[in-house]
């Protein structure tokens, strides 16, 4: 599941404190409202979804970058590299 950041429209959040990340499934609807204190929140645009990434990043590359990498080794399954 991919981890999208938000961060709160209106910018005083004492819960999250200006933002947090969770991981949803792609299914699931948009994120309107902040979880813990319910107040309206917008969706961050990650740096690993922009179109500023021209190639594919490697393996190593993404790795180097801090990302864990997995490799579907099966149906419904995966294996951490
Ligand atoms: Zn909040």
Redesign the pocket.
Known sequence: MPTYEYE?CSGD?R??KGGFSLTRPVTAPPLEN?P??R?PVRKLISSFSTPKILKPLSVADARSAGFKVYKRVGKGEYERQ
């Open positions: 709160p959040c819960i999250c902040c813990l204190c107040k």
